[in-house]
């Protein structure tokens, strides 16, 4: 089977991403709009699906699999932990409860600090494409999302009664797709310098 092109292979993992992405928050408007434990399922299990999809978008970019076969392979094994990962913080737990929260926050914070570390290694020390554009980007888009998480993890309680850590999460995460996109166009070789940045470089 003939390999992806580089910066086919980015637009169209990052393409896949976004959709991942919008289908996981499509749930989250509904759950938070109508809380039953259906819509519980799917905002939760779409959240995971983002996470896991993002882990294996990171290694499927920064190693080049650009082979239809092992790329394939890879997101196997990704669908596999994800639907491992389902499976476990569904089923009735000792206590009676019937979703296991503490285990899905520290697999969640696992697999995003595996995403990033490789992003970050990649775009700014990578050896086999180097310094990647839009690194800066994707640097200040890290550091965003993580602060997000951040108040997500804590969970404290409202200040003044108002605004809680899981509203701040929503609030301060559409900033990140913006940087996101502006590196994510980058990878891709859908960027235009403007004129100013043209003339500079032919300097």
């Known amino acids: ?10 637009a169209s993992l990052w393409f896949a991403n976004g959709v991942v992405q919008t289908h996981g928050w499509l749930w989250s408007a509904v759950f938070h709009a109508r809380d039953t434990p259906w819509t519980h399922a799917l905002d939760y299990g779409a959240a995971n699906a983002i996470f896991f999809f993002a882990a294996f978008a990171a290694v499927a970019r920064t190693r080049a699999i650009a082979e239809p ?3 394939a392979g890879a997101l196997a094994c990704f669908a596999f932990c994800f639907l491992a990962h389902l499976w476990y913080v569904n089923r009735r737990q000792e206590d009676g409860t019937k979703y296991h929260f503490q285990h899905n926050m520290a697999v969640m914070v696992c697999v995003a600090v595996f995403h990033w570390v490789v992003m970050l290694r990649w775009a700014f020390f990578g050896k086999r494409e180097g310094p990647r554009p839009g ?5 200040a888009c890290c550091l965003a999302w993580n602060a997000c998480a951040l108040a997500e993890v804590l969970d404290f309680p409202p200040v003044y009664g108002l605004l809680d850590a ?6 301060g995460t559409p900033a990140t797709v913006w940087l996101w996109y502006q590196f994510a166009r980058r990878d891709a070789g859908l960027s235009q310098d403007s004129p100013r940045d043209a003339e500079k470089k032919s300097r």
Not at 1 to 10: C, F, G, M, Y
Not at 166 to 171: E, I, V
């Open 166 to 171: 899981h509203a701040l999460w929503h609030c």
């Open 1 to 10: 089977a003939a390999s992806v092109s580089p910066p086919r292979l980015s």
């Open 135 to 139: 690194r800066n980007y994707l640097a």
């Open 69 to 71: 076969r092992r790329l």
